[in-house]
């Protein structure tokens, strides 16, 4: 009896999974809000008929105005046939330079939907202002403009206005037009057959309905205009331009769209970096040794595989598996992913602290001769990563020379997580990333899923790799009759089946005391104090403050660090959760930089208001500095206030791009986690000298 309800229990998990397939379209869409999209909601027909309008109308709203623009500038503004046509020449080209502007926004930075409505409200703008300019002072007397009546002089202001205007109508059109046919596909999900089949046919109703929008300008339009009713034209044209934009503003709920992928010339030249650096490596043949190539999907979110190809092949080297070299091994190679060369965060490229040549920031540059004490080719060592930071987790990865293990996750309508393992991990020392940032609750319950996954798994050895560990605060007893989480929660990762956790700045050293299983503590101070060493600051000007002080300790450590740096804090007294009040500062900071170190900023109200006092008290520069940026509202706007020169952060939590600001620097913590990984997988002492400068207790 139960291997039968096992078996309806597997046979109703994996029709539950099949259900939640089919409801999601497969090629990475998502709706409005962000969300996986819906098939039978979003896309398809409902959207693409809609764009279909939109296109034949804008078509018709265009070539209303460019078709007879040189029969206007001949017969309203006087001008003769060679400059009118060289005038007509340089405008069109306009057009399509400012096609590029529009591609190259879409693609990067806006997405296609943003670009599409922002460009066509453009577009009806300047043909609104070309019908007024032509309706008041243009058209001057009434009824001038045909083939017998000429129109009066203007005034050098009406001309100005009127190139104003058709220019608004060049950029308009050329950052909408190549976006448009893009976005109407990306209303097909290619991955399904029957979606597949209505994207090819939806390209060829695209160029009739662009076909039909020109047909109708160039004759009806066009008859009106040769006329002399250049009014009348130019004010069809920007109703159908304005019909068109609320058409596809309607539409908004429907659409289905895929996230701009960051800025393709830093990719670009990443990949030009690291193909330099590798230059000295001999490349295997064949494609079966390219990283990543075997997988599915590409590594960046919501983006697609790009095909391999043999021509320019010097520049696949940063992509491909080196056969060993005596002088450099493995883990020290410049390594990224095929179609991914680096990451990106915030919208803000950053080069990952990858160990290459030349050598690496001091903190880790010490610890390289012992490479060839650690078997880096070791198959039995595992990399998965959960949901809650993929891109960290793909670092620490490409640091170490290893593919992320195959993991499926997902999330049920009413909420509840699946979590399948698609390689073997038997007899594996397994590691999993997941930090557990907010949405703490499900961040947290991935992860004891995912290590009881391995644990029916048989894996030998689970280490949870928890580069921000949530409820840390929630370390001991404040008030009668509280909860003490922190040791709640560490129960559950061990009751769960880890054997080993690796954490990253816990907030109190007490926290360690909690496991029942063996707890690496990383700091990730060294971090911080390369990129700090690295700006050009007087020694003689820092003081590093600690805003509080319950963090004096990491202070101080950090001050020492820091070519011994006098230390001043901040006291101050807290009301209630996420409520914080400056009462005065300890030590002297007057025209002098100072740095704060937390180990994380979460709502930012004490770091704030310590930086407003600092400044109170002659501060020239303030710094902030904290491993983990929790940034719960309203945080972005007290850290973009113009209070900090820099807020300097790592990677452990991900920073979503809506957070992001000027003054913020993201470093990341992955050459940090995964030499460790190593060194915890080779067993290597944490007492040998190197390995105590990594901040490891």
Not at 222 to 239: I, K, R, V
Not at 304 to 319: D, M, V
Request: with cysteine; glycine share 8%.
């Amino acid at each position: 009896m139960a291997c039968l309800n096992n078996i309806c229990g597997e046979v109703s998990i994996e029709k539950k999974i099949i259900k939640e397939e089919e409801a999601h379209t497969l090629d990475g869409a998502v709706d409005r809000h962000g969300r996986p999209a819906i098939r039978g909601k979003t896309g398809t027909w409902v959207a693409g008929i809609l764009l279909l309008v939109n296109q034949g109308l804008a078509t018709l709203a265009f070539f209303g105005v460019g078709v007879n623009l040189v029969l206007f500038l001949t017969r309203v503004l006087g001008q003769n046939n060679a400059d009118a046509a060289n005038n007509v020449s340089k405008w069109t080209g306009t057009v399509y330079i400012f096609s590029l502007l529009g591609a190259f926004l879409s693609d990067s930075y806006w997405g296609r939907y943003k670009t599409c409505a922002i460009f066509q409200a453009v577009f009806v703008l300047g043909l609104v202002l070309l019908s007024v300019s032509s309706s008041l002072f243009l058209l001057k007397p009434s009824g001038c403009g045909d083939e017998e009546t000429p129109c009066g002089s203007h005034s050098s202001f009406q001309i100005v206005f009127f190139y104003f205007a058709i220019y608004l109508v060049a950029l308009g059109n050329g950052g909408y037009q190549p976006t448009i046919a893009t976005f109407g596909a990306d209303q097909f999900d290619e991955e399904d057959p029957k979606e597949g089949h209505s994207k090819i046919a939806f390209f060829s109703y695209f160029y009739l309905a662009l076909n039909l929008g020109s047909l109708f300008s160039n004759t009806i339009l066009g008859y009106f205009e040769d006329q002399g009713m250049w009014t009348l034209g130019f004010w069809a044209s920007a109703a159908s331009a304005l019909v068109a934009l609320v058409l596809f503003l309607i539409g908004t709920p429907r659409y289905r769209h895929f996230n701009p992928k960051g800025n393709p010339l830093s990719r670009f030249c990443q990949v030009l970096v690291a193909a330099t650096r590798n230059w000295k490596f001999e490349m295997s043949p064949g494609r079966e040794h390219f990283f990543e190539l075997d997988k599915e999907k590409s590594a960046i979110n919501g983006g697609r595989k790009i095909l391999q190809t043999q021509g320019f092949s010097p520049l696949l080297s940063p992509a491909t598996l080196f056969k060993s070299h005596p002088r450099f091994p493995l883990r020290h190679r410049f390594r990224c992913h095929v179609v991914e060369p680096l990451k990106f965060d915030n919208g803000k490229p950053y080069l990952p602290l990858l160990t290459t040549d030349p050598p690496l920031p001091t903190f880790l540059s010490s610890n390289t001769h012992l490479g060839n004490a650690i078997n880096k080719n070791d198959t039995r060592l595992r990399i998965f990563s959960g949901t809650a930071n993929p891109a960290l987790a793909q670092e620490i990865a490409c640091y170490m020379g290893l593919e992320l293990g195959k993991i499926k996750i997902k999330r049920f309508a009413d909420g509840e997580i699946y979590v399948q393992l698609q390689e073997s991990v038997r007899g594996c020392d397994v590691y999993l990333v997941q930090p557990t940032c907010p949405p703490a609750n499900e961040n947290l319950m991935e992860l004891l899923i995912m290590v009881d996954a391995c644990r029916r798994a048989s894996a030998k050895n689970i280490t949870a790799v928890i580069p921000y560990f949530g409820y840390a605060r929630a370390d001991r007893k404040t008030q009668g009759r509280e909860s003490i989480a922190a040791k709640l929660v560490a129960n559950l990762i061990t009751e769960a089946g880890a054997n080993r956790v690796l954490a990253c700045d816990l907030h109190s050293g007490q926290s360690m005391g909690y496991f029942d299983i063996p707890v690496d503590h990383v700091y990730g101070q060294p971090v911080i104090l390369d990129y700090l060493a690295s700006k050009t600051i007087c020694s003689d000007d820092l003081v590093v403050v600690s805003p509080d002080v319950g963090g004096v300790a990491r202070a101080r450590a950090f001050a020492k660090k820091l070519s011994d740096a006098p230390l001043a804090i901040v006291d101050k007294r807290r009301h209630g959760h996420n409520v914080a009040e400056v009462m005065n500062l300890i030590g002297d900071v007057k025209g002098k930089v100072a740095v704060m170190v937390d180990d994380m900023i979460d709502t930012a109200g004490t770091i704030a208001k310590g930086a407003a006092l600092l400044h109170q008290e002659g501060a020239r520069e303030v710094y902030a500095c904290s491993t983990h940026a929790v940034f719960s509202p309203p945080a972005i706007e007290r850290l973009s206030s113009g209070l900090f020169q820099e807020v300097i952060i790592t990677n452990t939590i991900p920073v979503s791009e809506k957070n992001y600001f000027p003054q913020l620097t993201v470093l990341s913590v992955a050459n940090l986690l995964g030499e460790t990984i190593w060194r915890v997988h080779d067993d290597c002492s944490g007492g040998f000298e190197p390995y105590s400068t990594l901040g490891i207790d």
